[in-house]
């Protein structure tokens, strides 16, 4: 497989099933900043806390099945896709992270430690993911789980966040109004 087929150059782009699209359509607008998101977790890990890592993994996998949904505008049932079992699954996790931490009893500045802050800064590239693919939702039929799985992603980020600055001994920090 050749890195470069020079049949971006025209500004287009293929999807899965080979049709070729605007390399501004929603659609690789949507699946681009997820892979953007995917990208930012690589450089995260690994952290110092290997269960962070071994969550960190699993998501960068789960955000390569989003991208893969985004890229095919016809799935079939075999094809990669995000189910309700990810979504639980990060539901558990965030449930089992938050019992480790102090109730939140006010909005925080993302910040602390250098694994803590870059988990903030992955969760708004999470939110912005997120808004590529409603964007995306309003336009052509897509697969509502990945979009709600990118909203509870970016709850798990922030989570991870949390959970990282605390065990490395990072207090939160709530913001002056």
């Not at 500004?11 to 930012?40: C, F, H, Q, W």
Request: net charge negative; proline share 5%; glycine share 6%.
């Amino acid at each position: 497989m050749s890195i470069y087929t020079g049949r971006g150059d025209d500004g287009e782009t293929d999807l899965r099933d080979m049709t070729r699209v605007s390399k501004a359509s929603p659609r690789i607008e949507a699946y681009g900043t997820v892979d953007e998101l995917n990208a930012l977790i690589g450089t995260i890990r690994p952290t110092d806390h290997d269960d962070i890592n071994e969550r960190l993994s699993d998501v960068q996998n789960h955000l390569h099945v989003v991208q893969a949904d985004f890229a095919n505008p016809d799935p079939d049932e075999d094809d990669p896709a995000i189910r309700a079992e990810h979504i639980e699954t990060m539901e558990d996790w965030i449930d089992e992270y938050d019992e480790e931490l102090e109730p939140l009893t006010s909005f925080i500045l993302p910040t602390g430690s250098e694994h803590g802050a870059a988990l903030h800064h992955a969760r708004t590239v999470c939110r912005r993911a997120e808004r590529r693919a409603v964007a995306l939702a309003a336009e052509e039929q897509i697969n509502e789980d990945a979009v709600q799985y990118l909203n509870r992603l970016s709850d798990g980020l922030f989570t991870f966040a949390r959970v990282v600055n605390a065990r490395d001994g990072e207090p939160e920090e709530a913001p002056d109004y």
